[in-house]
């Protein structure tokens, strides 16, 4: 990371893009500011950023489309800024790439304190999701497979089952650790949430848009099983 902080703020609001490149001027950090996607793709074509302040709510493309479309070209670290506070929206933001979430109204002095953090797990820390160059690209479990590259999972039926950003993560955090329990703040980092607290209806969330993929029948799960108090883990062998 460079002495010199370059936030991208994509928010549609002049008050709130003005009010933390002021404040964000008074740490040290340097601030440049977009209105809306196109404004947003302008200036990252035009320098590089550390990391984005990025707004849900965003007339003609919305936070989450261009946070999915961020995530299939860098891995630059986002913060999603939103007045939305449903666990639904949290595991929204997740499952496209959000390292974090912020919700309006907020104290710019948080909003600085979890930018630094995240920033410093970046520069310390490998992804969550860490890809092992020897191992074969087809992993095996319970029937299913998973291409690690393409990222296509394919049910014992042979039919291909697609996956979201957040999924895929989670269930290699899964497949990392095969029958051993996963806490809730463990998955949740998997996510991509580096910084997130973990609150349990996201995770459990997660873990059941999951299980509708994989489980034959969602209240008897065999695959994805809870122990409760504790997480969940993934009952069966990994062949790589």
Not at 45 to 59: G, N, Q, T, V
Not at 118 to 143: E, H, M, T, W
Request: proline share 4%.
């Amino acid at each position: 990371m460079t002495d010199i902080v370059e936030v991208l703020i994509v928010d549609d609001d002049a008050a709130i893009r003005n009010l933390l490149i002021t404040y964000l001027s008074d740490f040290g950090i340097q601030a440049t500011a977009a209105g809306d996607g196109a404004e947003m793709r302008q200036a990252l074509a035009s320098k590089r950023f550390d990391i984005i302040i990025l707004d849900l709510m965003l007339p003609s493309e919305d936070g989450l489309s261009l946070c999915r479309g961020i995530r299939t070209v860098s891995d630059i670290p986002i913060v999603m800024l939103t007045a939305r506070a449903e666990s639904a929206d949290k595991v929204a933001c997740l499952e496209v790439g959000a390292d974090d979430y912020v919700i309006k109204p907020f104290d710019p002095r948080e909003l600085v304190a979890r930018l630094h953090t995240i920033l410093r797990r970046a520069a310390g820390k490998p992804q969550a999701v860490v890809l092992r160059p020897q191992a074969s690209n087809q992993i095996a479990f319970g029937g299913w497979t998973l291409n690690r590259t393409t990222r296509e999972l394919t049910s014992p039926q042979r039919l291909v089952i697609p996956l979201s950003n957040g999924e895929f993560r989670l269930l290699w955090a899964f497949i990392e650790k095969p029958r051993v329990v996963l806490s809730r703040s463990e998955l949740l980092s998997a996510a991509r949430g580096r910084t997130m607290e973990a609150f349990d209806r996201t995770i459990d969330l997660m873990v059941s848009r999951l299980r509708q993929k994989l489980e034959e029948d969602v209240k008897t799960p065999q695959l994805l099983r809870t122990i409760r108090g504790e997480g969940y883990f993934l009952d069966t062998e990994v062949n790589r």
